[in-house]
């Protein structure tokens, strides 16, 4: 067999593969420490959008300036994304302190 025959078959399986491979897409939603119920509802209902969609929801909480104080109240609205999500989406990583960033991520059920 040549060789560049044997090199441009492989080239070519290759490319078939990762065609073939999926790109896993992640999506962010940024909150603040002290968000509001009506728009902590708009975010998550992006948020079941995104899920639904097929992609991983990446949600963190930013907190400016002295706002850091409020690190708990972050962490509860977290978790309570989590649970509202818990039927669409299962906690990839539980939220963590990053920085002035606290993140979570939360990937579909199949």
């Known amino acids: 067999m040549d060789y560049k025959k044997f090199l441009y078959e492989q ?3 290759e490319k078939a593969l ?3 491979a999926s790109k896993v897409v992640v999506k962010e939603i ?5 968000t ?3 728009d902590y ?16 929801l990446k949600a963190f909480v930013f907190f400016k300036g002295r706002s850091i104080v409020f690190k708990e109240q ?5 978790l309570r994304l989590a649970q509202d999500l818990e039927e669409l989406g299962k906690v990839e990583q539980m ?3 990053e920085g002035k ?7 579909p059920k199949k």
Do not use: N
């Open 95 to 97: 939220p963590k302190l």
């Open 101 to 107: 960033r606290m993140t979570m991520f939360i990937a």
């Open 74 to 78: 972050g962490q509860i609205l977290l």
């Open 11 to 13: 080239k070519k399986r």
């Open 18 to 20: 990762k065609a073939k």
């Open 36 to 38: 509001d119920d009506h």
């Open 30 to 34: 940024r909150f603040g420490p002290q």
């Open 41 to 56: 509802e708009f975010k998550k209902k992006h948020a079941e959008k995104f899920l639904k969609d097929g992609a991983k």
